[in-house]
Structures are given as structure tokens and as C-alpha cells.
């Protein structure tokens, strides 16, 4: 069974900054594509940041510049530092895995961002 589990999310003030942590744990046999989503109240759920096993990165055109995915392929984890932070970043933030064909998600950290 595998699990995601976020951590770091909080509340910080419009400029400021935030990490947020990602660890799969449970039997793993490589993971492929990671990311992070969000959702605000009365939204979907966008996309923010992927990155796939050989680094490869891509971002939401509304985070570009500002947050940055990293993951480290042995402890299974995915990371996002968030910074120059927006009250409109202001959600729910998920994480994402593709494991063997299969889709893995987090439960989500809110992260709360205030003008």
C-alpha cells in the first residue's frame, strides 16, 4: 500500500515564503512523474509543478519564477519552495505520484497565504 503524506503547509504573509514535503512510503518500486496540485474554494484542482524521474520540470503559468519542484529519487519525496508568495496562492496543496502506471494522492496541507 502506498501512502503520500504532505508536510509544511501553514500561514505565511503576502511575500513570504513556504516549503512543502512530500514522502511516499509503502512498497515502491520506482516512482515516475511527481507533482503538486491545488485547489482554492469554488475552484478545480490546477496544476502547479511536476517533475519526472530525470528532473524534468514544468509549472503553472501562474507559479513560474516563483516556486520551484525538487524531489530526491531516494527518499521517495517531492518538495516545493514557494516563494514571493500571492494571497490568490492561497488552497489546498496535493501531492501527486505515478507509480507503475498508477496514480497516488496526498491527503493535502493547506497553505494559507494573507494580504
Known amino acids: 500500500q502506498v501512502q503520500l503524506v504532505e508536510s509544511g503547509g501553514g500561514s505565511v504573509q503576502a511575500g513570504g515564503s513556504l516549503r512543502v514535503s512530500c514522502a511516499a512510503s509503502?512498497?515502491?518500486?520506482?516512482?515516475?512523474?511527481m507533482a503538486w496540485y491545488r485547489q482554492a474554494p469554488g475552484n478545480p484542482r490546477e496544476l502547479v509543478a511536476r517533475i519526472t524521474t530525470d528532473g524534468t520540470t514544468n509549472y503553472g503559468d501562474s507559479v513560474k519564477g516563483r516556486f520551484t519542484i525538487s524531489r530526491d529519487n531516494v527518499k521517495n519525496t517531492v518538495y516545493l519552495q514557494m516563494n514571493s508568495l500571492k494571497p490568490e496562492d492561497t488552497g489546498v496543496y496535493y501531492c501527486?505520484?505515478?507509480?507503475?502506471?498508477?496514480?497516488?494522492w496526498g491527503q493535502g496541507t493547506q497553505v494559507t497565504v494573507s494580504s
Open positions: 501527486y505520484a505515478v507509480i507503475k502506471l498508477f496514480e497516488y
Open positions: 509503502g512498497t515502491i518500486f520506482g516512482i515516475n512523474t
